[in-house]
């Protein structure tokens, strides 16, 4: 959640995760062998194994289908494009940069903090399903984005990004070094804010390979690509889970995930992305990065492909969100170690959003 920095911070859990960056944590044991201590919020005992079997899982109804019907609404209008028009999905604009290019062609929404955003961050449910997943009530949101995605035509087209044989591809790849003698753990997830549909795109990943990563990596050279698997799709099938709005897709950095492209004639995939991670409390320039961060609608500074809007900054359009004592809480406003309403910070309640 802001540039790495050289020395590790132990989170505000019980179970000793450490992390430079709120991004990819160290732990005694992995995820996918966690034994649960606290006892499960929202999900099943079959839906946490398969987590820790397959890679992902599905929370139905995280959030309602008229709040992720309000965040689609939004994600139209910021970007001032007309859901009824197609011939609007395309505008033509100047790019600052590849990057700028790239994040245009995926469908990436630069907004991070209007008050639709921090609702689903600060809803119950959500928070208990990371809460299941971590085996920890300390958690951190990540401050991330929206992404509408139209049929990649036009100059939403794939092949307007150049191919490479090694490194990130958005159809599969790792999220984090899959090389690495000792993994990392990292936990991602979205909100579906439109039901799946077989030719809109999205999600796609590949479980069986994480389910046998192990018996996979002993067979593969040393020199391999850390982030791109070469698999056989028939003997590591790439599915798409099924979701509906609403939905909360939370999946394990080591599993091979990647996007389908839009093929449809004029449908649109959409999704809010969404994850949590165990609080770094004590990384006091990296807490107040993130308060400022909300304060202000400044674009988050914890990955390098948060670029802001070309046209209008979000920081221009509202005011900042308004936050409950949880948001409070999954921001860093509050500490985890005060567990009375209020917190410590000495912040006003909530800041009304306009």
Known sequence: MSAPVSAAHRAASAIPYSSTDADTYLAETPLRDLTKSLPLRVLSEQDFAHWQTYG???VRSAIP???AANLLAFAW??????PNRPETWYPEREFRSELDRDLH?????EAYHHQLIWDSRQTRRVYDAF?????CEELWVTLDRLNLNPPNVGNRD????????????ID???DVDSTLDVLPQRVQGLIALTDTEPDHGGFQCAPELFRRFDEWKAGQPADRDPIRPAIDRAEFPVVRPELRAGDLLIWNGLLAHGVAPNTSENGVRSVQYLSMMPALESHEELRRSRVESWRHLRTPEWNRTLLGDATKHESLRYGTAALTDLGRKLLGLDSWSERES???SGEPACVGSA
Request: charged share 20%; no cysteine; aromatic share 18%.
């Open 172 to 174: 599969l790849h790792w």
């Open 131 to 135: 809460v299941d997943v971590w085996d």
């Open 158 to 169: 794939r092949a307007l990004i150049p191919h490479t044989d090694t490194g990130f591809d």
């Open 77 to 82: 209008e910021f970007q001032g494009l007309d």
């Open 105 to 109: 062609v995926y469908g990436f929404v």
């Open 56 to 58: 992902y899982v599905v």
């Open 342 to 344: 209020g917190g410590t």
């Open 65 to 67: 289908a008229s709040a």
